[in-house]
């Protein structure tokens, strides 16, 4: 069974651009969430999607989107970068909204802004 | 707002000893899960634990929940270097089977030979 994918694997923004991440779940996974990790801040939760509907929000500005299809396939999109948005930014999916499965997470996308 | 707490952040230790990494959170929960990361790459799925009491093991590894004292422990028994890796604890604060894991700051371990 193929495991998350994320795309691209590495990435170099520049400032006040806008950059897209893609991640496709494990087949049969309909939960999606996104997770940014940074030296300083650790590993922080953004959003989850599921059946193409935002459940869960983290504490980000709102300049961090993002999207389900109705192929459980997601996108997040962050606009107007900044310096600090650097990071490495992990997806994980899961089982439909059972309790207690664990989320499997994809190699992530390294952001670079410059 | 849940946090969750996570000692010690770096952890050196010979090979063969025996150590104890702790997580603390702050409100009422029970789900908590372990993974572990190697340098560059992504999370990989450890333990899961879902009441109290819960008790997994693998290996040289052993984590425990105790959801009255919020609080999660991976003991690690006999160290080898292979296990030298960022441990990670994460508790799920979503609702009604959604997902929102919180994390713990990692705790960087070095196994020595």
């Known amino acids: 069974k193929a495991g998350v994918t994320q795309t691209p694997r590495y990435l170099i923004k520049t400032r006040g651009q806008q950059v897209t991440l893609s991640c496709s779940p494990i087949s049969g996974h309909r939960s999606v969430s996104w997770y940014q990790q940074t030296p300083g801040q650790g590993l922080q939760f953004l959003f989850e999607?599921?059946?193409?509907?935002?459940?869960n929000k983290g504490n980000f500005p709102g300049r961090f989107s993002g999207r389900q299809f109705s192929n459980s396939r997601s996108e997040m999109n962050v606009s107007t970068l900044e310096l600090g948005d650097s990071a490495l930014y992990l997806c994980?999916?899961?089982?439909?909204?059972?309790?207690?499965?664990?989320?499997?997470f994809g190699p992530g996308t390294r952001l670079t802004v410059t | 707002e849940l946090k969750v707490e996570q000692n010690p952040l770096f952890l050196s230790m010979q090979e063969g000893k025996n150590y104890t990494i702790y997580c603390n959170y702050s409100?009422?929960?029970?789900?908590l899960y372990w993974y572990r990361q190697d340098p560059g790459k992504s999370l990989e799925s450890l333990f899961v634990?879902?009441?109290?009491?819960a008790v997994k093991q693998e290996g040289r590894l052993m984590a425990s929940l105790d959801t009255k004292a919020r609080l999660s422990t991976l003991h690690i028994t006999a160290a080898v270097h292979d296990l030298s890796a960022t441990y990670f604890c994460?508790?799920?604060?979503?609702?009604?089977?959604?997902?929102?894991?919180?994390f713990g700051t990692g705790t960087r371990l070095k196994v020595l030979a």
């Open positions: 999607y599921f059946s193409e509907t935002q459940r």
């Open positions: 409100t009422t929960s029970d789900r």
């Open positions: 994460a508790v799920d604060g979503g609702v009604s089977g959604t997902y929102k894991y919180i």
């Open positions: 994980a999916s899961s089982h439909t909204g059972s309790r207690g499965y664990e989320q499997y």
């Open positions: 634990l879902l009441s109290n009491g």
